[in-house]
């Protein structure tokens, strides 16, 4: 299974009924856990019991309030989906996986799900996509081929819409020309592997920060809750959208570069928490994006039908010399690697991808 992502292309009579549905989403999942907390010590039933007596109550009593009539204007499967997304964010609470539910805020981002309750439909490919009970809407972007799905999740990142659907299917594996390859993933470089090939990654929030405080201190500084604090906030959003898709945009290319073209790939298991906590590199290793780029390799790597080996976290890959073996200590600030025994010099990160090449688990 795998998800397609496209953006829309939309008017603004299109991106104000995109909004009113991810309002309408919001409105029904806040009204839905206001309910549940109000009953939360009064009965025994489970959660989806109790979350479909809530859906009875909206939908017998509140829906017909002359303040909600607005409610039956829009699409039903968001405001059964919106539901749906309550009782499984209980499930995640109840089994540990996270906090308990919070009440949804506009500035936590606008989406919706809506489905098709027939079953799969066919999303034929060219420039437009039919959504489930929404209409038909122009996309940035063509599709290349058609596509059977029954779910598609709609949301707005900084000033634009995109919609995204999974597809059950699997990509059939590519044949990799290369056999194997060793990554070092640093700072300095973002990427050097043990062919010699180097990838440095753009740091777009570091290029923003001037920007961004500028903008933040203005937002500061306005009434709030007025019009003009909201479209600087819109900006905010915005820049901050871009931000990320420049970061998703390399991620995605070195990632699908590397799945389709080595066969075994060999990187450090890498404790992103770990280095977060130091707080002079947090906000560079934030901004690289280390842990996006592993969740991508692996499951790039699933798809394409290459083999990711995750080598010893505390592997010390920086400190072996990659020629004899010989050790010593390397701090951040020497960039290259000497070594007294054999009398090679070569690239820290360079030394380092070539012993991750080499390295091999222990019995």
């Known amino acids: 299974m795998f998800a397609v992502k496209r953006a829309l292309k939309l008017n603004n009579k299109e991106a104000t009924l995109m909004a009113k549905h991810a309002g309408f989403r919001r409105v029904v999942f806040n009204m839905g856990l206001s309910l549940r907390v109000q009953m939360y010590g009064e009965s025994n039933f489970s959660d989806a019991k109790v979350i479909s007596f809530i859906k009875k109550v909206l939908t017998n009593h509140v829906k017909k309030q002359p303040e909600f009539a607005w409610m039956n204007q829009l699409s039903s499967r968001v405001y059964q989906n919106a539901l749906i997304d309550l009782n499984e964010a209980f499930g995640r609470y109840r089994s540990g996986k996270a906090g308990y539910p919070k009440f949804a805020s506009r500035r936590d981002g606008q989406s919706f799900r809506v489905d098709s309750s027939n079953g799969k439909v066919l999303v ?54 290369q056999n194997s390859v060793g990554i070092d993933v640093g700072i300095k470089s973002f990427v050097t592997m043990s062919n010699g090939q180097v990838f440095d990654a753009p740091k777009p929030l570091k290029q923003a920060k001037t920007k961004l405080a500028r903008l933040q201190r203005k937002a500061s500084k306005q009434i709030k809750g007025s019009k003009n604090q909201r479209k600087t906030y819109n900006k905010i959003g915005k820049l901050h959208a871009r931000i990320a898709r420049i970061r998703l945009d390399f991620l995605h290319k070195l990632t699908t570069y590397l799945a389709t073209t080595f066969k075994s790939i060999k990187i450090e298991d890498l404790n992103v928490k770990g280095m977060l906590a130091n707080h002079k ?64 010099s070569r690239d820290r990160d360079l030394n380092a991808s070539l012993n991750i090449l080499n390295w091999e688990p222990s019995a």
Not at 162 to 168: A, L, R, T
Not at 309 to 315: H, P, S, T
Request: net charge positive; hydrophobic share 35%.
């Open 124 to 177: 034929k490919a060219g420039n437009t996509i039919k959504i489930p009970t929404l209409g038909t809407f122009r996309l940035q972007e063509p599709l290349r081929c058609g596509f059977a799905s029954q779910t598609f999740t709609i949301s707005k990142e900084g000033n634009r819409w995109f919609v995204s659907f999974c597809v059950d299917a699997q990509r059939l594996p590519v044949q990799q020309p």
């Open 281 to 344: 590199l947090a906000g560079t290793i934030a901004d690289l994006g280390f842990y996006e780029f592993s969740r991508q390799l692996e499951y790039k790597c699933q798809m394409y039908g290459a083999s990711l080996v995750l080598v010893a976290r505390w592997f010390p890959s920086s400190k072996i010399c990659s020629n004899c073996g010989h050790k010593q200590d390397m701090p951040l600030s020497i960039r290259i690697y000497d070594c007294p025994a054999c009398g090679m």
